[in-house]
């Protein structure tokens, strides 16, 4: 069934859901999913509503236009996504195939509802798993002393590929402040810890070193700050004094996979607003 | 801050959204939460909208007249309920503490939003921790072949309290179906297995003996089927071969304790809505 | 680091870590994990001890030899299994893919130390992902009426494979009962529900009509009695009335995926023990 | 049942298990319940033995000294503890009321197995809570500058009551590093946030700035590092941006419950052994 996504973040005051719910119902707009919130703090309201599409009577282009009008008096940032147009996703990698594998997979069974269109990475070791998904492979390799080559290179490929979203499915090179500018709320990592805990190099190998009792993973988005941007969810599991870091790592990935996983949804589904450095998920 | 809580449910149909926040909006109620749902199977609507009570231009009796004719329009189920009203609860519990203790300490700390107005129990064993709190404690017993005149007697402390909500902390005689029937939506009980799995008696016993990785507890309203009424909340926790049955009934006193004071919390904010046999429950 | 693991059960009584422990010292053996259950009920004593194969001062021929009166003395059953051995693993699948795309992944990384050897299935759809993976697929259709007739052709290869274990990955006919007693203990099912919770067909289906708000999934031995068997492991995942029963199956297969996994893997590694109808999973 | 729980720790090599094991044999000691783990990195060897204290043919002073030569040939740290000499528990609390209560109500109903001796607190809230429970209450105010001196007359009612143990169950001032070398895995301390995660002042209000979407609890042995000693148990609960740092205060508490009555149950029942920074938890 095709739907629109009409997603509203703006100053919070009294009014705004009844303007939207009776625009939309004086277009017939039948309501699949509704969600409010309000960050009563920062005293901001966001808002998503997904609707039929065969329901409204009016085209996208008419909509966008009558509804700029409303958007306007309530200071709206706002957009309305056509569910049948697929984002164009290119996913990041390095040597570790759990996250790539996983996301081709459910790429492929239908599951997750984007165009995957390209895999970059600075190693070989996945070209063919890629490739056996019908994707073209880059390998750019990230060399010493050469690294802002790549990230030009990753940048062109962006680019060409009009990637909508790019996952860093564990891939291992830090982004440039720049181009984490340029690329704000597209760029999706997934970080091998229970973040604020552990960030940076080796997490699993820190929270070994601290003998926590959970260990966990991070999806979040990427800024300039190292694991420090908006998270988007997060998954733990417990272990205990038996287990050493082969066995974290290896019961990690479980909790990698689908924090990427359900993250990853979330935003192409237009779940996710980002708010500061936060998130409103609405799921 | 007192609230007013608007819970509605009817058939859908387009406009159902638009009309109530309009009218809302033109009396100036600031919302502070607001959910819906729709059960596609059904073709039935679910609201609730939480409103900042000295926002709204219009006093509750107001409110509800003016609202009647909207409710007729849509043929709605609907109450609006004023936050600082406390719902009066009866408690009832046999020999076991755990579920009492812990309704009363949140209630006693303020986290539980209401009035418990009587403990009533078929033993004496919880007399003293019921009066600590300054709550009358009725000890009802339940001979064989005495049974109706003890529920008899139940039902008029009920009705003597005028309670609004009656709950079951592990109070381990069934209810008699014209009681389930008069008390449709009031009485909330906490089996101590994950239904379906394990109705009537001695669910660890049965659990321990199927072998069963995870044990639970669920939430749910009581009805003439015997464990088998709409649930609210459910719990686990996971367990192994060392755990005898002794083990699983202590950890399972978690789950039982956490699931029955999730479910009574989301039922006095009036979060929970009976749709035929399940629950939509907007937490 | 190569390992042999020895797995004992008997009858209890005072004296048998003793004397398996006095036996392994004397034979310099270097213990790297060691597990102990007594079931207090049944009387009967469960016991892993996995070794340092280097520190032994024994071939695996003299230990049998040797270590065989002890064994009898105790009434033990028992085995040594040298972890360099691998078990063969015959994977069967229907239509559904994430399970066997899931196991593939997880062998073909490195992650499941066994010999996936083939795959059967009784639809064609899954057979790229086989071959992919350097797999013969065998398809054998189930038509009505014929249906013993390709559980002969799958007990056939089975045979054939000389499969230590099969993994019925989604795998939708049920094993005829002559088949579950010649293989008992070898085959390893994922049932998409809780058990015993929605045993049988279409157990989402059952869950959202029974508007539960946990669902799970079950990986145990397979049995003559459907969906019965010795559970070795469980999963479940929280849900809300929003989810469809769309939504569970898709939540559902994180859960499927995880408990096949987990069982599997301690199934492989000798952990599991068959205790009646139950498990001793030492993990 | 009383039991003898014979506790080990010594550098691992081979024949520790045949050793101890032999010598149990030997005296005709029935085991309830064995477990060893061995830290591969520090070369330790970790042990816990629960022995039938009727199966036994010594008296336990008479185990005491016949066990010590073994002890001393394996360098082992080691303890033997009667189940049936419970541990003297002081409980500290400051204002908040829910992890005393619950710790409370299971000393109440038999569950944790210790003699609690005293509350003392820097709040006088808490008193009757005590009281009715029939334990002294010692009300020491910690004012600005008189710190030590509050922590001198703990200090006094610590040796007055013989603790073997110390709770502090949300106590809210930092214990004195002397203080915590003095009593070395003796203080328990529940912290609410996931550590390292947030560790110090407000964690809600880090975790609600920092926008995670798990928040937790750690109960941990007291060391001279603030909020940095040994992890007994951690808990974590699932929020979402709709939960306020009220929310994540309520919903955080009943990880602070759990967490830190798991994390006391395993202490009392010597479960747990300090392996420098972490612990062995052998539940």
Not at 114 to 122: D, P, R, S
């Amino acid at each position: 069934m095709k739907s629109y996504r009409l997603v509203i973040d703006c100053p919070d005051r009294v009014g705004i859901v009844a303007a939207v719910s009776r625009f939309l119902a004086e277009h017939n707009a039948s309501i699949v999913e509704a969600n409010h919130h309000c960050d009563k703090q920062a005293k901001w309201f966001f808002m998503r509503n997904e609707i039929e599409a065969q329901s409204i009577e009016l085209s996208l282009a008419e909509f966008k236009q009558e509804f700029a009008q409303l958007a306007e008096q309530f200071s709206m940032n706002w957009k309305i996504v056509d569910s049948s147009v697929k984002q164009n996703v290119v996913l990041m990698a390095s040597r570790e195939s759990h996250c790539l594998a996983d996301l081709l997979h459910r790429w492929h069974s239908g599951e997750l509802d984007c165009n995957i269109v390209a895999v970059i990475a600075n190693h070989e070791h996945l070209r063919q798993m890629a490739q056996w998904h019908g994707l073209p492979y880059h390998y750019v390799p990230f060399n010493k002393g050469e690294k802002q080559a790549a990230f030009d290179q990753v940048r062109e490929l962006i680019l060409q590929y009009k990637a909508d979203t790019v996952v860093l499915a564990r891939f291992m090179q830090i982004f440039p402040d720049e181009l984490c500018k340029e690329l704000a709320g597209q760029v999706i990592n997934i970080h091998h810890s229970f973040l604020p805990s552990f960030a940076g190099a080796k997490p699993y190998h820190q929270a070994h070193e601290r003998g926590v009792k959970l260990i966990g993973a991070t999806c979040h988005y990427v800024t300039g700050d190292l694991d420090a941007g908006p998270i988007i969810d997060q998954e733990i599991v417990r272990i205990s004094h038996r287990d050493s870091v082969e066995d974290m790592v290896r019961k990690g990935k479980e909790c990698e996979k689908s924090a990427l996983a359900r993250g990853l949804r979330s935003h192409i589904e237009d779940r996710v607003i980002i708010n500061g450095n936060k998130t409103v998920v609405f799921d």
